[in-house]
Nanobody
Framework: QVHLVESGGGLVQAGGSLRLSCAASGRTFSSYYMGWFRQAPGKEREFVGVISWSGGAISVADSVKGRFTISRDNAKNTAFLRMNSLKPEDTAVYYC????????????????????WGQGTQVTVSS
């Protein structure tokens, strides 16, 4: 079992920055890909990005490319989502999720392949 807790959300003006953290407890953090998703009111959950278990590979959605980046600190069992140049359309609840590595056919931009989820943290960007 892996328990994930997000933090760092809040209210920020357009153009501002936030860094979300995802603290993990339980099984070996470095065994998991860490993904970030978001869900705005009335919309489906959207893939934001994912980082490999080692941190050596990162993929982000086109909608946030160049503005958001993902990192992780395996020694501290924490993943991060750094969000710059925030826009009102980035307003959503942001979730981190963990997917166990070593399985074939993982589709890491789809939530269904993730094993554990955090409770989410609200990010609101004012215009």
């Amino acid at each position: 079992q892996v328990h994930l807790v997000e933090s760092g959300g809040g209210l920020v003006q357009a153009g501002g920055s936030l860094r979300l953290s995802c603290a993990a407890s339980g099984r070996t953090f470095s065994s998991y890909y860490m993904g970030w998703f978001r869900q705005a009111p009335g919309k489906e959950r959207e893939f934001v990005g994912v980082i490999s278990w080692s941190g050596g590979a990162i993929s982000v959605a086109d909608s946030v490319k160049g503005r958001f980046t993902i990192s992780r600190d395996n020694a501290k069992n924490t993943a991060f989502l750094r969000m710059n140049s925030l826009k009102p359309e980035d307003t959503a609840v942001y979730y981190c999720a963990a997917a166990l590595r070593g399985r074939s056919g993982l589709n890491l931009n789809q939530g269904v392949d993730y094993d554990y989820w955090g409770q989410g943290t609200q990010v609101t960007v004012s215009s």
